[in-house]
């Protein structure tokens, strides 16, 4: 085929993500005048080649310029971290220049786009070089195709630039072919790799060859999507923003196929919806994703947004931007602001999850942005972009980060990596000053556990999950954490360390960076201008220490935050309670939480705190007594007498201000 400007943009029957880049811009310019001045703004340090990556979804921001004052050299590193140089040979950049063009019609961005297309081309052979990982050849393949739609009507990008475009996008397409193995069968970079693969088959002129990069791009997103999504719908490397990364590709994927006709099989749609329900649930009430594993805190409803028209889900509206957001726009194109438009949204008839497969469990006392949110996870580590975060518990209300995940700051090996990945930095438990998941660089690791016991209940009042690792048995120790939710303002972490001897350990609670923490002893207050949480800690001969700390909420950036550890002892069953009670900073609940004692009601006997324990907790109007069993304990029949109250089960919880004495709800038998 003798390629030409007229057949690479003219294709009967086919639409990509939108059809006039100028009706889109005058879109933009009516509703979002401050981000395409910020848009003109980074499209102008392209053009003056000042390079910088902080949008949305770069996956390594970068807060400082890097600029060629001459001639670009594509493969610098200015830096340490090599990542610098992955991100340059991406070109998210090339988008911006064809916004900027789509607002202004200036033709100084298609002209540096020509510029540094050619010059890229001329440079950068393909080889065994930075730019040339599958990664980057799979995200280019994104960017390039769609940042050169921008650039349609410009008399720059004229027969010449479109057959040297053309024939890299082939040359890209090709190597992507040779790509096969099963690394990318298990690895993300294998489903950033075939999504390139099939945009190219996608949106290039139909040919044979075409039809064979879509043929076999499908082929393998579906055998990857089995390996790599588990069945809940959450992809297996445990980082919201690298299943949110997996979750863009796809939604280019479904979107594509259903504008030029491409029959995708059931499998990568379904699949699909289910990354997409997963980044619904898993997101906190102010819609950032949780910055467990390697993950930033990023707004992500932009890809709800686009999400909810593609599927036409009033569910997935409902958690997703009012009216289109300037990112989604773009891949929405008019179609998609009209099947946008036309959708009702519905919120979910489900505030509580349990994602079963990845061992993930989401609470919340509502789907407002000030709601209460509580993240427990006991799942695998999720290979390299996982961290040690078993038993993590995350909590966020009134819009603001109570208990958080550091965050993961750099991939540059050494003592930053270290700090971000261990355990130390995750709200978890240590034996013995000893870590486990041990880094030995920036992606691998040993010593790995296994998470065991997972459990989970919810209903309008409680909810509850439960679950232990295998990190100490060979200390011959089982660690086990329960998450018992009162809702909507108290939590209850009961944690459990079955041993045989003697052993020390240490609690670890990281708090966001808007608040101050003040207390000493077993209590503290955490508190900020929106939310004050009153924190009680019961344990035999426990000690505690605040100190400062660091966060990232995104990366190469940190943030002054605050920590607590904690240390205690004991010999054989070890037993620790914390109950954290949120309340507006204005309102004064006072918590109090006292140890309770457990009889038995059919023998005379008072059971041992090994076996079952009772705690009183009062706060503001609210009054519960919660029972928690260590040990089975009817032998033969028995039920137990607490505070007062009588019931049976392995976790039961009775709400006295409601008068509750019998009974009680049971959150696990």
Not at 260 to 280: F, G, V
Not at 397 to 425: C, L, M, N, P, W
Not at 604 to 623: N, P, Q, T, Y
């Amino acid at each position: 085929m003798t390629i030409t400007k007229d057949i690479f943009f003219n294709q009967p029957g086919k639409s990509f993500f939108f059809a006039d880049p100028f009706k889109m811009g005058e879109y933009a310019s009516t509703n979002f005048p401050n981000d395409c001045a910020l848009t003109i703004k980074k499209a102008d340090n392209v053009v003056a080649q000042r390079f910088q990556f902080n949008l949305r979804w770069d996956l390594e921001k970068t807060e400082d310029f890097v600029v060629f004052e001459d001639e670009i050299d594509w493969l610098r590193q200015p830096g340490n971290d090599p990542e610098w140089v992955f991100a340059f040979n991406r070109m998210t950049f090339w988008g911006c220049l064809g916004k900027a063009y789509a607002i202004t019609k200036d033709e100084k961005y298609p002209q540096a786009f020509v510029r540094q297309l050619r010059h890229w081309l001329k440079s950068v052979p393909q080889a065994e070089n930075a730019a040339w990982r599958s990664i980057e050849v799979g995200f280019r393949m994104e960017f390039w195709l769609k940042a050169i739609r921008f650039f349609q009507a410009s008399p720059f990008v004229d027969d010449e630039v479109i057959k040297l475009f053309y024939n890299s996008v082939n040359n890209h397409a090709e190597y992507l072919m040779d790509l096969w193995n099963p690394y990318n069968l298990m690895s993300n970079w294998g489903i950033l790799a075939n999504h390139g693969l099939f945009m190219v088959g996608a949106m290039l002129p139909q040919t044979s060859r075409t039809q064979e990069y879509i043929s076999t791009s499908v082929k393998r997103l579906s055998q990857m999507l089995k390996m790599q999504v588990f069945r809940d719908g959450v992809h297996w490397e445990q980082s919201p923003m690298y299943h949110n990364e997996m979750l863009k590709c796809f939604l280019d994927i479904v979107q594509l196929a259903k504008r030029t006709n491409i029959e995708l099989p059931e499998d990568i749609t379904d699949k699909t919806y289910d990354l997409c329900m997963y980044s619904m649930y898993s997101a906190k009430p102010n819609h950032c994703e949780i910055s467990m594993g390697d993950s930033d805190d990023i707004d992500q409803r932009d890809l709800l947004t686009r999400a909810a028209a593609i599927f036409e889900s009033g569910i997935l509206k409902s958690r997703s931007y009012i009216e289109p957001d300037y990112d989604s726009l773009w891949d929405m194109g008019e179609v998609g602001l009209e099947e946008f438009d036309s959708i009702i949204a519905e919120e979910p008839n489900k505030t509580d999850k349990a994602f079963n497969d990845s061992n993930n469990y989401y609470f919340r006392d509502g789907w407002k942005d000030n709601s209460t949110f509580v993240h427990f996870h006991c799942g695998t580590l999720g290979a390299g972009h996982g961290h040690a975060d078993k038993i993590h518990v995350n909590i966020f209300s009134r819009g603001e980060d109570i208990f958080v995940d550091k965050g993961r700051y750099t991939y540059v090996f050494g003592e930053d990596r270290i700090r971000y990945k261990e355990a130390r930095a995750h709200n978890t438990i240590i034996v013995d000053d000893s870590d486990y998941y041990v880094c030995k660089d920036s992606w691998a690791c040993h010593d790995l556990t296994r998470g065991i016991n997972q459990k989970f209940y919810s209903d309008s009042r409680y909810g509850y999950a439960e679950g232990g690792h295998l990190a100490y048995i060979d200390k011959g120790i089982l660690i086990n954490r329960r998450v018992i939710y009162l809702k909507p303002d108290i939590i209850v972490l009961a944690d459990e360390m079955y041993a045989t001897n003697n052993h020390k350990y240490n609690q670890f609670f990281h708090f966001g960076s808007t608040g101050e923490l003040t207390g000493s002893g077993n209590k503290y207050i955490y508190k900020t201008n929106n939310v004050n949480a009153e924190i009680v800690m019961l344990a035999n001969g426990l000690t505690s220490e605040p100190c400062e700390s660091n966060i990232s909420r995104h990366y190469n950036q940190e943030e002054k935050s605050c920590m607590l550890t904690t240390s205690f002892s004991g010999n054989g069953f070890t037993g620790a309670f914390t109950v954290i009670a949120l309340s507006d900073p204005a309102s004064d609940g006072q918590l109090e939480v006292t140890k309770a004692e457990v009889k038995s009601t059919f023998r005379d006997i008072i059971f041992s705190d090994d076996k079952v324990e009772a705690l009183r907790i009062s706060f503001g109007d609210m009054c519960y007594t919660v029972v928690v069993a260590h040990e089975e304990f009817a032998s033969p029949t028995d039920t137990f007498e607490a505070d007062g109250c009588l019931g049976f089960g392995g976790c039961v919880v009775f709400d006295r201000s409601a008068g509750e004495k019998e009974i009680g709800t049971v959150l696990l038998w």
